[in-house]
């Protein structure tokens, strides 16, 4: 049985004070959920005051970028050091981190190996752009990344990941993908692709959330399919009302 998770990236919004007002509305709003992992990922600047927000409550921190290293001459990067005990997830490998600046599937790779030895649930993105989708070469271009993404990995190591499959023209674009079609890209594609490197078993305990405008009017859909274990969520995380409704649809897996 896969926890369903659902995880807010707010990306490059909130200030300090709006990132502390919403994780506190958040908080009380969600009190009593129960059977969904809930995580919200602030900007850094937000992490440690979002942290004491959230503290004792069910809810979940994660960052949204990490560099491997653990120390050193690397202006304006946040290392795994840092995160350790701050926050329990990482994005890794976001598409607009691959897009706009220039991370690799290597660099990705060694982001999840590094977050791993520091306590850190990588949550890895992957997925394809518009060109590659309309080409059919989805289901190759996606299975790769997550081949990249887990090469060198242990079996045990392999399960604490979390990997979001995010087509790059669904995000942001209010042009979701079809519900079944994730299901089958993530049922086949990514979960094939750990069974492949590992084993079947391995492959059905890897959490597998979709994102890509997942809205509450939609998050159901995805959230009725077998392989989806949850979403990971911009827009629709930026505001209490909206957020709460797609944790509330991820209930449709603990009913
Ligand atoms: P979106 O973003 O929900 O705004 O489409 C998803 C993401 O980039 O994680």
């Known amino acids: 049985m896969r926890t369903p998770i659902i995880a807010g990236n707010w990306k490059m919004h909130k200030t300090l004070a709006e990132a502390v007002q919403l994780a506190h509305e958040i908080r009380e709003a969600t009190a009593d959920i129960n059977g969904v992992e809930i995580v919200l990922c602030p900007p850094f600047t937000a992490l440690g005051a979002v942290e004491g927000v959230i503290a004792a409550s069910k809810v979940g921190l994660g960052?949204?970028?990490?560099?491997?290293?653990?120390?050193?001459?690397?202006?304006?990067?946040?290392?795994?050091?840092?995160?350790?005990?701050?926050?329990?997830?990482?994005?890794?490998?976001?598409?607009?981190?691959?897009?706009?600046?220039?991370?690799?599937?290597?660099?990705?790779?060694?982001?999840?190996?590094?977050?791993?030895?520091?306590?850190?649930?990588?949550?890895?993105?992957?997925?394809?752009?518009?060109?590659?989708?309309?080409?059919?070469?989805?289901?190759?271009?996606?299975?790769?990344?997550?081949?990249?993404?887990?090469?060198?990995?242990?079996?045990?190591?392999?399960?604490?990941?979390?990997?979001?499959?995010?087509?790059?023209w669904?995000?942001?674009?209010?042009?979701?993908?079809?519900?079944?079609?994730?299901?089958?890209?993530?049922g086949l594609s990514i979960r094939g692709a750990i069974a492949e490197m590992y084993n079947e078993d391995v492959a059905q305990q890897v959490r597998i959330q979709y994102g890509g405008s997942v809205k509450p009017?939609?998050?159901?859909?995805?959230?009725?399919?077998?392989?989806?274990?949850g979403a990971l969520v911009g827009g629709a995380s930026l505001k209490t009302e909206s957020f709460v409704a797609l944790v509330k649809g991820a209930l449709v897996k603990v009913r």
């Not at 995000?171 to 079944?180: L, M, Q, R, S, V």
């Not at 009017?217 to 274990?229: G, K, L, R, T």
């Open 63 to 168: 960052a949204q970028n990490m560099y491997w290293e653990e120390q050193g001459a690397f202006t304006g990067e946040i290392s795994p050091l840092m995160l350790d005990g701050l926050c329990d997830y990482v994005i890794l490998g976001h598409s607009e981190r691959r897009q706009f600046f220039g991370e690799t599937d290597e660099g990705v790779n060694k982001k999840i190996k590094a977050a791993l030895s520091h306590h850190l649930i990588p949550i890895v993105c992957v997925g394809e752009n518009l060109a590659q989708n309309e080409a059919g070469e989805t289901a190759a271009f996606v299975g790769g990344q997550v081949k990249a993404a887990f090469a060198g990995l242990s079996a045990e190591d392999a399960i604490k990941v979390i990997v979001a499959y995010e087509p790059i």
């Open 170 to 186: 669904a995000i942001g674009t209010g042009k979701n993908a079809d519900p079944a079609t994730a299901n089958s890209i993530i």
């Open 217 to 229: 009017d939609n998050v159901e859909a995805y959230m009725s399919q077998p392989d989806i274990d």
